[in-house]
């Protein structure tokens, strides 16, 4: 089964790859996700349960990296194994930058093997469907919190510099004040007036799918594969 389509984010194309190039980051965009191991950059693994709707299919994939171009385009390889299915996928994604925010083209070549596979497109087809839209939606929010917290850094840092600035403002003001303080304490006293009269103003981080047996019952997501094609295996 072939599907593809095309999401859009409201955030830099630099954070957007970041996220689809961080395993930590891509292990939460996977449904039934249960354990994570990151081997490099370019290989990690992880133990997931498909939700089905009646149940779940546990799965073991290995996932590589085969090719990739900053910040442009990236390919990725993964293969499941698990009793009654063997699943390998082929997925890849081009960023393109889109005014302030970024535009994702992507591509996904789905096979399925063994008894699941059999069950043939009519009843996989809604199940990639829905499992891809979930998995896009988890990569939105996965870009909003990385933007977020890209975007606290920068604040961070601003408010830093800023709070030196103030120190710096500060300490000159206060030496004025500190001159200016004496002049009129030595004019108080002058006058016979006492400087203890003054008061102190100082400002103290994926949803189960349906039963395969009920192929009708899925409704289109409108954010999930925009195209498919497939065989019935």
């Known amino acids: 089964m072939k599907v593809s389509g095309e999401r859009s984010f409201g955030a830099a194309r630099s954070v957007v790859w970041e996220v689809l190039n961080d395993p930590a ?3 939460k965009l996977m449904p039934g996700i249960e354990s994570f191991d990151i081997q ?4 990690w693994s ?6 089905l709707g009646l149940g779940a299919l546990p799965l073991s994939f290995d996932f590589e990296k085969t090719e990739e171009r900053e910040p442009d385009y990236a390919r990725l390889s993964a293969k499941g194994k698990g009793v009654g299915a063997i699943v390998s996928m082929d997925t890849q994604f081009h960023l393109s930058e889109a005014g302030a ?3 994702m083209r992507w591509e996904a070549d789905v096979s399925i093997a063994g008894p699941v596979g059999s069950m043939g ?3 996989l087809q809604p199940i990639v469907n829905q499992q891809v839209g979930n998995v896009l939606s988890a990569l939105e929010k996965q870009v909003e919190e990385a933007a977020g917290e890209s975007g ?12 030196g600035a103030e120190s710096t403002g500060g300490s000159s003001s206060s030496g004025g004040g500190s001159s ?6 030595e004019d108080g006293s002058a006058n016979g007036n ?4 003054a008061e102190d103003t100082t400002p103290g981080g994926a949803e189960e799918g349906i039963h395969p047996g009920s192929p009708a019952t899925y409704s289109d997501d409108p954010e999930g594969p925009t195209h498919s094609t497939a065989d019935d295996r």
């Open 46 to 51: 992880a133990r997931v349960k498909v939700p």
């Open 25 to 27: 980051r891509m292990a």
């Open 101 to 103: 925010g970024t535009a």
């Open 121 to 123: 497109q009519r009843v």
């Open 180 to 185: 200016g303080g004496s002049g009129e304490e």
């Open 194 to 197: 006492s400087s203890d009269d």
């Open 40 to 43: 490099d950059e370019r290989h």
């Open 152 to 163: 606290s850094s920068g604040g961070g840092a601003a408010a830093a510099t800023a709070s």
